[in-house]
């Protein structure tokens, strides 16, 4: 299979090399890290999380395109969260991706909110709670049959500190969606999260994907603000089984939590991901969502950028084939900018963060919150303390 012309994923990140226990973990601060994983072997990772802060943790495996059998390329990503002495705090997350020889991203994440439990002097449980040192684990456990030894592995850390004041209540209900009736923007998506294309607000834009590709674009939401998307699969020359492919898309938080995920079966006839609704769509992005019971609201409680994925699979036969389909992705933002949580700390913005966000896992400029960090007030008070003695210097009486 000629994967030449392909927007294929380039893994990024600062190097980092998780262990196999938690002894001797390697301590990372929020940003974004590369490392390489293998089969069914647990990678740990240290973050410091303050007391009342939220910790966001996430890897991301981009499985490589290959011409074997796709309905045996199933494979699963766990991750779990231990707290002091290495105790098992049973936090588990998972995501499974089948067909991952179609050239499929899979991240797994967690939201660790266990720094904003006091701790009450019950031993078994207070290893679990308030400030300190938590333990976070990444583990490719289940592995395809023609799985690769080792697949590069995007970690992604988030620290976002406690709150004051949580802002406007929560907004359960998913924005309206009216489809655009602008003229189609030409944009070309990227192969991987950290060079996602941004999609500039509402309206349409049109891209052509390659069958084999799996591209990414990005959404900026500020507090108050939501967005609602489908993506038309316009028709193409051909039918029959080689002309055939699964077509998805997926919409992902700023923590690269998958919020929703829809798909289809495209045969060069038009389609319209979803089909079973009018558009993928989040609420109004408030602190306050993540209180909500259900998920798809709860995942949606950080401003910042929303990630789109758009995949058009290989063809079932000829998986070599070069099939290009044509998309339109129609795109409502909708709310009115509001100020948002008042945070305890006033963290340092990072990259293109919006004012006022959570420390955010650096995608390069996709960081969507500041980094919490107490360097900007250090720097402060000794500049404070060079000019009282610069001042002082100056008023000794010469001899």
């Given at each position: 299979m000629s994967t030449a012309a392909l927007r294929e994923y380039a893994s990024a990140g600062t190097p980092v090399e998780g262990t196999d226990g938690?002894?001797?973990?390697?301590?990372?601060?929020?940003?974004?890290y590369l490392d390489t994983i293998g089969h069914k072997k647990p990678r740990y990772y240290a973050v410091d999380v303050p007391e009342g802060a939220?910790?966001?943790?996430?890897?991301?495996?981009?499985?490589?395109?290959?011409?074997?059998?796709?309905?045996?390329?199933?494979?699963?990503?766990?991750?779990?969260?231990?707290?002091?002495?290495?105790?098992d705090c049973h936090a588990?997350?998972?995501?499974?991706?089948?067909?991952?020889?179609?050239?499929?991203?899979?991240?797994?994440s967690s939201t660790w909110t266990g720094a904003t439990v006091p701790k009450d002097g019950t031993a078994r449980t207070d290893k679990c709670k308030g400030g300190g040192r938590y333990y976070f684990t990444v583990e490719w456990a289940g592995v395809a049959d023609s799985a690769p030894a080792t697949v590069p592995l995007e970690l992604n850390v988030t620290v976002e500190p406690g709150v004051t004041d949580a802002g406007p209540a929560a907004e359960p209900a998913p924005v309206p969606f009216t489809a655009p009736t602008t003229p189609v923007q030409p944009v070309t998506g990227g192969g991987s999260f950290n060079v996602a294309t941004p999609l500039d607000g509402s309206g349409v834009?049109?891209?052509?994907?390659?069958?084999?590709?799996?591209?990414?674009?990005?959404?900026?939401?500020?507090?108050?603000?939501g967005l609602a998307y489908r993506v038309r699969f316009l028709e193409t020359p051909g039918r029959g089984l080689d002309n055939v492919s699964v077509v998805t898309t997926t919409l992902y938080s700023p923590y690269r939590k998958e919020v929703d995920h829809d798909f289809s079966s495209y045969n060069g006839s038009p389609d319209t991901v979803p089909d079973n609704k009018d558009a993928m769509a989040t609420p109004e992005i408030r602190y306050s969502n993540?209180?909500?019971?259900?998920?798809?609201?709860?995942?949606?409680?950080?401003?910042?950028?929303?990630?789109?994925?758009?995949?058009?699979?290989?063809?079932?036969?000829?998986r070599g084939a070069v099939r290009p389909v044509p998309i339109e992705l129609e795109l409502v933002v909708t709310g009115t900018p509001e100020p948002g949580p008042t945070y305890r700390t006033e963290p340092a913005e990072t990259g293109s963060s919006p004012e006022k966000a959570p420390a955010q896992a650096a995608d390069d400029d996709n960081s969507t919150?500041?980094?919490?960090?107490?360097?900007?007030?250090?720097?402060f008070a000794l500049i404070i303390a060079l000019g009282i003695v610069i001042l002082l210097l100056r008023k000794r009486p010469r001899r």
């Open positions: 938690y002894q001797n973990a390697p301590a990372v601060v929020p940003g974004q939220t910790a966001y943790f996430s890897g991301t495996v981009s499985f490589p395109l290959t011409e074997d059998d796709p309905e045996r390329a199933n494979n699963s990503l766990y991750l779990r969260v231990f707290g002091a002495e290495g105790t588990f997350e998972n995501e499974n991706a089948v067909r991952s020889n179609d050239g499929v991203a899979l991240t797994v834009y049109g891209d052509t994907l390659q069958r084999g590709e799996f591209v990414f674009y990005k959404v900026k939401l500020d507090w108050g603000q993540r209180d909500a019971s259900d998920k798809k609201v709860s995942e949606n409680a950080l401003a910042g950028w929303y990630y789109l994925a758009v995949q058009a699979a290989p063809t079932v036969q000829d919150a500041p980094l919490v960090t107490g360097i900007a007030v250090i720097a």
